[in-house]
């Protein structure tokens, strides 16, 4: 199993930068996907799910509105459209996937990760 992201950096506040996460190992159409971060000293949150069964999308109330995400079975990826940044964005952000095929919005129900990629919102 392997999941890989890419398109993280450094970008100013109000700018926009898009996340990618490319995965193979395990049958992604049926997986509940999501995006979370992790910010220096504190814990890893959840920015939005998809289940891919149910074609359902979750986001955290932080997020609604400014993020976007969307899931290409097809490509066995998924992607984070993050418009309107703000300082308190800054962290590292990971993609994962659940067995669980309903939409879970809490790390523990994850048991695939990726390593992770920097998003840095200057002000």
């Known amino acids: 199993v392997q999941l890989v992201e890419s398109g993280g950096g450094l970008v100013q506040a109000g700018g926009s930068l898009r996340l990618s996460c490319t995965t193979s190992?395990?049958?992604?159409?049926?997986?509940?996907v999501g995006w979370f971060r992790q910010a220096p000293g504190k814990e890893r949150e959840e920015v939005l799910c998809?289940?891919?069964?149910?074609?359902?999308?979750y986001y955290a109330d932080s997020v609604r509105g400014r993020f976007t995400g969307s899931s290409d079975i097809a490509k066995k990826s998924l992607y984070l459209q993050m418009n309107d940044l703000k300082p308190e964005d800054t962290a590292v952000y990971y993609c994962?996937?659940?067995?669980?095929?309903?939409?879970?919005?809490?790390?523990?129900?994850?048991?695939?990760w990726g390593r992770g990629t920097q998003v840095t919102v200057s002000s």
């Open positions: 998809i289940s891919n069964s149910e074609g359902t999308t």
């Open positions: 190992g395990f049958p992604f159409e049926h997986y509940t």
């Open positions: 994962a996937a659940s067995t669980m095929a309903i939409l879970v919005a809490t790390p523990e129900w994850y048991e695939h």
